[in-house]
């Protein structure tokens, strides 16, 4: 006869149980241990950097800036500082040039930092009564520091709104696009927006619907009507020429 003790369990069941919840306890307070090593190491590796003397500047994505004077805005009161300014410090002084879009630092070597820019792409000129900006691709509206290289065409409004940027940005770029010189923007109640040409055309585009057709369709109508006198070319309907009619010419 076998007799069962009411308060036996299965042998062994109870202190495995018991040992798989102490090495789990263990891995956890392990990775802890090691993601709290990280987080100091990567702190004092950053403070490390910060206090190497600065020797060398590397710039990319630089075209339309000047490297000397980003040098200098980098360099502008570092010297008297005890150590070197975080990166972060570093990339707030770099956008607050209007030029600058976007900034990445990285320390590539003791003393030798990189630097990549985004810049701002003036597309078009806007004239106000406080003065000339330029336009970049997104519609926003910054101040130049020098004189644009190239033509720009001038968007032309007296009361330009916010949501005129935008489509005027999208226009600039569209009509660059193909290789069409536009001399000015301007938008009236009656056509919407309209680009004077540089050879005097005026095209009527409307709104940004279909932008890449209207434009298309113009620069095909302009060069091959290109040697005839100014005239009016009308694209705001699904991109197809509608009506040329004359400009009105000055009287002599």
Known sequence: MYRVHPHRGTPGRVGSRSSAGGESSKARTTLAIIGVALLAGAVLSARWWQQQPLR??????????????????LQQGADALPEQPSLAEWRERLLRHPLIA???LSWRAPGTLRVHVRERRPVALVVTASGQYALDSSGALFELPSAPQGQLPIV?????????KGEAAAIACALRKELLQVERLHWTPQHGWVARMENGWEVLLGDTTALEAKCSRARRFLRWRGQA?????DVRW????????????PQG
């Open 56 to 73: 060398t500047l590397e710039f990319t994505g630089v075209e339309l800036l000047d490297t000397a004077q980003l040098r200098h805005l």
């Open 102 to 104: 976007e900034a990445t």
């Open 156 to 164: 032309a409004v007296p009361k330009l709104q916010e949501w005129m």
């Open 229 to 233: 006198a100014p005239q009016r070319v």
């Open 238 to 249: 699904s991109g197809q020429v509608v009506v040329s009619v004359p400009v009105p010419q």
